[in-house]
């Protein structure tokens, strides 16, 4: 992040890099498209919790995405400390890996295959009930991706 650029400017760019529509980014901060626009071109201010919902999507911390930009001081003191970086569909995805790492180092365990069938089933109807569920694109296209890396 650059310093001395403005929040829209900041907001803008990391969406941007992060390939997020602006469509996209307002379904997942339960706004409109269009005060996502306005967001990003400075008509208006985001709110404490729009600072912290879109913190947690760039994967900063609140106080970093303002810091050094004109985000109002008062508002800034009252930003949390930390924001929600992962959603439950991530966290899932990295369990998932570690569960496949953790397969791999007991390939010659006399039980492998049963705990590995066993590991199997288990995500693969945990991903299916956890793909009807999810509304976001994004978060499908992971689960499709991780479930193919793992073979469920």
């Known amino acids: 992040m650059k310093p001395n650029e403005s929040l829209s400017q900041r907001i803008a760019h990391l969406r941007a890099t992060g390939g997020w529509t602006q469509q996209e980014l307002a379904e997942r901060l339960a706004i409109s498209?269009?005060?996502?626009?306005?967001?990003?071109?400075?008509?208006?201010?985001?709110?404490?919790?729009?600072?912290?919902?879109?913190?947690?999507?760039?994967?900063?911390?609140?106080?970093?995405?303002?810091?050094?930009?004109?985000?109002?001081?008062?508002?800034t003191e009252r930003l949390p400390a930390v924001a929600c970086r992962y959603t439950e569909v991530e966290l899932q995805c990295a369990l998932f890996e570690r569960d496949l790492h953790w397969l791999?180092?007991?390939?010659?365990?006399?039980?492998?295959?049963?705990?590995?069938?066993?590991?199997?089933?288990?995500?693969?109807?945990?991903?299916?009930?956890?793909?009807r569920s999810s509304q976001d694109l994004r978060e499908r296209r992971l689960i499709d991706q991780t479930r193919q890396r793992g073979g469920v």
């Open 33 to 75: 498209r269009v005060a996502v626009s306005h967001i990003e071109v400075g008509i208006s201010q985001p709110s404490e919790r729009t600072i912290t919902l879109l913190a947690g999507i760039f994967k900063h911390e609140p106080s970093e995405l303002v810091t050094g930009t004109n985000y109002p001081e008062a508002k």
């Open 104 to 131: 791999r180092q007991i390939t010659t365990c006399a039980n492998y295959t049963t705990l590995a069938r066993d590991v199997h089933d288990h995500w693969t109807l945990f991903f299916d009930s956890l793909r």
